[in-house]
């Protein structure tokens, strides 16, 4: 059983920047690959950006790519993401999620075994 607990979400002016904490619990940290959802009202949840277990290897959604980083401490078993130059579209509920598997023939973390609670990201205008 593994335990996410993200954190640094708020609200921010558009140009602005925060980076998003995923704290995981339990010693398998390192097995899983990790990576970042959100879900803006009325749309469909999507990837934002996903980490394979080493860190070696990353995907970013084309809306985020240069703007948003992602990484993880295996030691601290936490994973981490860093949004630059922010937009207004970019408000939404962002989740963390841990999957066995970092790439599917359904795509990047299609078969997230956990999920965090999410936090809120708001971009002002």
């Known amino acids: 059983q593994v335990q996410l607990v993200e954190s640094g979400g708020g609200l921010v002016q558009a140009g602005g920047s925060l980076r998003l904490s995923c704290a995981a619990s339990g010693r398998t940290f390192s097995t899983y690959a990790m990576g970042w959802f959100r879900q803006a009202p009325g749309k469909e949840r999507e990837i934002v950006a996903a980490?394979?277990?080493?860190?070696?290897?990353?995907y970013y959604a084309d809306s985020v790519k240069g703007r948003f980083t992602i990484s993880r401490d295996n030691a601290k078993n936490t994973v981490y993401l860093q949004m630059n130059s922010l937009k207004p579209e970019d408000t939404a509920v962002y989740y963390c999620?841990?999957?066995?598997?970092?790439?599917?023939?359904?795509?990047?973390?299609?078969?997230?075994?956990?999920w965090g609670q999410g936090t809120q990201v708001t971009v002002s205008s």
């Open positions: 999620a841990a999957a066995q598997a970092y790439y599917s023939g359904s795509g990047y973390l299609s078969e997230a075994d956990y």
């Open positions: 980490i394979s277990r080493s860190g070696y290897s990353t």
